[in-house]
């Protein structure tokens, strides 16, 4: 796994004492939630083992899961459903996510990274990184979080809806998601504001 130069640490040197790490999962789908999460590590915990999630296993995934919410100093995590990605725009609902996960957190950051390049609409003093999973550990647990517990939802939908196979591609627009839609048409947790080709949805019976 990933090791990390320690941006956090000379953040720390700063003066930044409480640094809280934001990532989200889910901008890019064709159905379900946008999750976002927040952390804020213990310095005094070893942050090599973190990595970008994208770059994990499921099952490391899962591990770092539970290390991060037993050895972190705080943590949130906030979901918004595909019926408000489709009002506001999946850009609205990511900055919003975001901000409820700063808000909810117990704990008042010195400093927040947010993973990207997006304008950003919260409280207290925030610092853009791109490609910040890469960069700073934090980001990268929260990349984490926020992947597991989407999963985890999209899990759910294939068993409520097990024609579209969501427990396989999460709701990415891969070949064989598209093929069942063009099969099945569109179910409801499907974003239908999204410009992509695919049929209308079906009128439930």
């Not at 796994?1 to 700063?14: D, V």
């Not at 999946?90 to 400093?111: F, G, M, T």
Request: charged letters at 30%.
């Amino acid at each position: 796994m990933g090791y990390f130069p320690p941006i956090e640490s000379r953040l720390r040197r700063m003066g930044y004492l409480t640094i809280a790490g934001v990532d989200e999962a889910g901008r890019g789908p064709l159905a379900g939630p946008v999750v976002s999460a927040a952390v804020i590590l213990d310095p005094k915990k070893d942050a090599k083992m973190l990595d970008d999630s994208k770059k994990l296993t499921a099952k490391n995934r899962k591990e770092l899961f539970n290390h991060i919410l037993e050895n972190c100093l705080d943590y949130a995590i906030t979901a918004i459903p595909h019926t408000e990605i489709d009002k506001s725009n999946i850009l609205n609902c990511v900055r919003e996510a975001n901000k409820i996960c700063i808000k909810s957190l117990s704990k008042r950051p010195d400093l927040i990274l947010i993973d990207g390049k997006d304008r950003q609409f919260v409280e207290g003093d925030f610092y853009n990184l791109i490609k910040g999973e890469g960069k700073s550990a934090s980001i990268a647990a929260a990349s984490i979080l926020a992947k597991v517990t989407r999963d985890a939802i999209m899990r759910k939908f294939g068993e409520e809806f097990p024609m579209y196979k969501f427990e396989r591609h999460m709701g990415y627009g891969t070949r064989l998601h598209r093929t069942l839609i063009d099969e099945y048409g569109l179910c409801e947790i499907h974003r239908k504001s999204y410009s992509w080709s695919a049929p209308k949805a079906r009128p439930s019976s």
